[in-house]
C-alpha cells in the first residue's frame, strides 16, 4: 500500500478510502436551470461524462449546476442513467426499457439529445439520434421541413442548382 502522506488521510492508505468510499455510492446535488434539486447516487450521475470530470476533479463538493438542461429533461435522464447503472441488466429488457424510452414527441426528443450532448452521455445521445435518423429515413425533402419545422429559405433557383449538385441524395 502507497504510505506516502501525500497518498493518503489520517494515516489511512488512499487504496482504503477508496474502497470505503466505493461501498457506499455518496449522494451529489444537481441543479437543473430551472433551479430544482436532484439528489442522485454518485453511480448514476457519474454515467454523465461531464459530471463524472467534475466529481475526479474535486468540484462536486456542493450543488452541481446544470444551466443547460431543465428540470424535465433532467428527470428523464437521470431515469435513463438509473437504468444503465447496473451492467448485469439483461440485454433484451435494456433494449425493451431504451424502445419505450425513446417514444416521446419531437420537443422532448430535441431536449433529451441537447442534454445528453451537454452531459456527454454517449449511449443516450447515440439512440436519440437515431430515432432522429429513422424519423428522416425514406422522407422526402418536404417532409422532413414539416416534420421539424424547417422553413424553406431557398428560392426555387437555388432549390434546383442544389438537387442538380446532389443528385444522388434525391434518387429513390
Known sequence: AIQSSRFSCVGFPL????????????ALKLKSSDNKIFE???LVAVQSETIKSL???????????LPNVDSKTLELVLDWC?????????EEKLKEY??????????VLYDLLMAANYLNIKDLLNRASQKVADMLKGK?????R?????????????????????LWAFEE
Open 40 to 42: 442522485v447516487e454518485e
Open 82 to 90: 438509473k437504468n444503465h447503472v447496473d451492467v448485469k441488466l439483461d
Open 98 to 107: 431504451e424502445d419505450k424510452f425513446i417514444e416521446v414527441d419531437l420537443a
Open 15 to 26: 487504496a482504503y478510502i477508496f474502497l470505503a468510499c466505493k461501498k457506499k455510492s455518496m
Open 146 to 166: 414539416e416534420t421539424f419545422n424547417i422553413v424553406n429559405d431557398f428560392s426555387p433557383e437555388e432549390e434546383e442548382e442544389i438537387r442538380k449538385e446532389n
Open 55 to 65: 466529481v475526479e476533479d474535486g468540484c462536486a463538493n456542493n450543488v452541481i449546476p
Open 140 to 144: 422526402k425533402p418536404e417532409q422532413i
